[in-house]
């Protein structure tokens, strides 16, 4: 008996700990994004940045279960590619930002950018690549 419940032990020792839920951005470009990332929690509308994803690398913008299933991100290489679409969030020119709501931007001292719709169908976490 003492035998199986040491192997019982290990055995949960060994299998490991279950992945940490996540929005992560993974870039398959050369260059080196600048990421922002949108949502609502029910409440209000958040938006935040900037990350700096390296090339071929990935980075978590969001750490824990996700609560939604739609996110928003606007991300940029600062060159030829960029990442955006219709839904309009603020953000700040250049310093890493946080903004509540996304109206009135320019009053606020913040620019106005297009992020692009992601459905993650309410998954616990999610991976959005970014490729040329």
């Not at 700990?17 to 600048?34: D, H, I, M, Y």
């Amino acid at each position: 008996m003492r035998t199986a419940l040491v192997s019982a032990f290990a055995l949960c020792l060994l299998s490991g700990s279950p992945a940490l839920a996540a929005f992560k951005v993974c870039n398959k470009t050369q260059l080196p994004v600048r990421t922002a990332i949108g949502r609502f929690d029910g409440k209000n509308w958040t938006s935040e940045g900037w990350w700096t994803v390296k090339a071929k690398g990935c980075l978590d913008l969001l750490t824990g279960p996700l609560q939604a299933r739609y996110y928003y991100l606007y991300a940029s290489d600062g060159g030829a590619g960029t990442w955006d679409g219709k839904f309009h969030f603020c953000a700040a020119p250049a310093k890493r930002f946080k903004a509540e709501g996304r109206g009135d931007c320019a009053k606020r001292g913040f620019d106005t950018r297009g992020f692009f719709q992601i459905d993650t169908a309410a998954s616990p976490d999610w991976t959005q690549n970014l490729s040329n």
